[in-house]
């Protein structure tokens, strides 16, 4: 209704109110806009006009030397690719968007027209809905030109799908393509590569509660060693924590072993071997591997060079801490000391990242389901199951967006 009237009112052929271009454009994949208004078609520094899908929300729009080039409309023949011009003097644009000029590509592109009497004032007082012709949305494609004067983006529609080649990027079957945690938001937006945005510090925010969630390349779930594990005797009950344990005997658990400092067995070792595992529904059946009911989960816990550190023979087992808010997992076992090598990315031969993707689909829910015992406790841990309802940033499924 909205648009009907503001192109009646072009119709009328005795309108004197005077054209408005606005334009909306996306800079990251959170889905955040920035909004600019044409340089000459504004009496102030800024203009405000309501929000297209909430338009309870008044926007402001900066001034910008801006201008869209080759706007035409066809129904034969392919669609036209307009070019967005911005005036780039002293990296005014750069400046006002605030992230790297290639991280624009595959972001929306939104023009707006209305006529200036449509205008808010900034206090509300325009109509609700706002007045506008049409809106027209188009894709960033392809950096055209970039230099000291302007920046030229060639655009598409989001329909556009002539020349394109499809698979738009190489896919396997049940392999993530990503870089893991190369969006991670602890990086800078120009720094941020690929699709999985996991929080390189294993933060999870779930309705405004932030968890800390760390699995390992086989998906298992690492938690504190502060966890409560009981002994498991007959049963368990879903989610409950139960522990089980293996005798040492002549250095051997099962066939597990501790290793020495110089990565020999150490057949010294004596006392028991701890599993720790996490029900997955009400159960009598004995925590194992092979059992459906069951899954196995690690420990860590805070790093300190008074403590010493164990690798085994089956590095499952291994050691895990954390420190500098990352988890480690120990590669080699080391005495308590001052001697004694600290976890970093430089200490590769003593200690190796702990919170690493198996680049599975399963690994991908593990993070993204993780589904808290206790909603709204920070320091809650994960139900067994995860939750279904979430939509997954899994790089094994095909897709057309642009990555850098």
Known sequence: MAEKIAIKQLQSLEETSAFITLFELEYNDAG??????????????????????????????????????????????????????????????????????????????????????????????????????????????????????????????PFEVEGLTLPYRQVGHNACSWIYQGASPTKSIANQIG???????????????????????????????????????????ANDYNKTTVAYSNG????????KADGSLDTSTTGNLINYWQAVRNTSTTPSDSSTDWHRIRVYGTYANSNTYYAYN????????????????????????????????????????????GKRLSSCKCRFGFNPINSGNTSSTGKATKDSELKLPYGGFPGARKFK
Do not use: M
């Open 32 to 157: 955040a806009f920035k909004y600019f208004v044409r340089s000459g078609e504004a009496d102030d520094s800024t203009l405000h006009f309501r929000d297209y899908d909430s338009p309870g929300t008044i926007r402001e729009y900066e001034i910008l030397p801006i201008t869209v080039e080759d706007l035409q409309h066809s129904s034969t023949g392919p669609s036209t690719r307009p070019v967005l011009r911005i005036a780039n003097v002293l990296n005014t644009f750069e400046t006002a968007v605030g992230v790297n000029l290639d991280n624009l590509l595959g972001k929306k592109l939104i023009r707006r027209r209305t006529l200036k009497k449509y205008l808010d004032n900034g206090s509300g007082n325009s109509n609700n809905p706002p007045i506008e012709f049409p809106r027209q949305v188009y894709i960033i494609d392809r950096i055209e030109t970039r230099n000291a004067l302007e920046v030229a983006f060639e655009l598409t529609t």
């Open 195 to 237: 699709g999985c945005t996991w929080h390189s510090q294993g933060k999870y925010n779930i309705n405004g509660t932030t968890y800390t969630v760390f699995v390992n390349y086989d998906d298992e779930y690492v938690i504190t060693s502060g966890t409560t594990f009981t002994t498991f005797s007959s049963s368990a009950s």
């Open 252 to 259: 051997s658990a099962g066939g597990v072993y501790r290793l």
């Open 314 to 357: 089956d590095d499952r087992y291994n050691d895990y801490v954390l420190h500098n808010n990352l988890l480690w997992k120990a590669k080699r076992t080391q005495a308590s000391g001052g001697s004694q090598v600290a976890p970093s990315d430089t200490a590769s031969d003593y200690w190796e990242r702990g919170d690493v993707c």
